[in-house]
C-alpha cells in the first residue's frame, strides 16, 4: 500500500517509491533516495519533523518535505 511519507506510523517501514522532482536533489545528501527502505522512527505533533531511519542513519525531515515522500508500505 502506497501512503507518504508523514502518513507512516511508528517503526512502520517500506520502499521509498516516488519523491517530488523539487526535493531530490535537496535529500540526497541524507541517502534518502528512491528505491531505498525506510523506517519511520518519531513523529513529533502539531506538524512537527519526522525522524526517518535509511541505512542505518537515522534523519530528520520536516512535516512539509515528508509530504512530498511516497512509499510502499509494508503489510
Known amino acids: ?3 507518504k ?3 507512516m506510523k511508528y517503526e512502520e ?4 517509491k516516488k519523491i ?7 535529500i540526497a545528501g541524507m541517502g534518502i533516495r ?3 527502505e525506510i523506517k519511520m522512527m518519531t513523529k513529533q505533533p ?16 520536516g512535516l512539509g518535505l515528508a509530504d512530498k515522500i511516497i512509499v510502499e508500505v509494508d503489510e
Open 1 to 3: 500500500m502506497e501512503k
Open 5 to 7: 511519507l508523514s502518513q
Open 13 to 16: 517501514s517500506g520502499r521509498i
Open 20 to 26: 517530488d522532482q523539487s526535493l531530490k536533489a535537496r
Open 34 to 36: 528512491e528505491g531505498k
Open 46 to 61: 502539531i506538524k512537527g519533523p519526522v525522524v526517518v531511519n535509511v541505512n542505518r542513519a537515522n534523519s530528520s525531515i
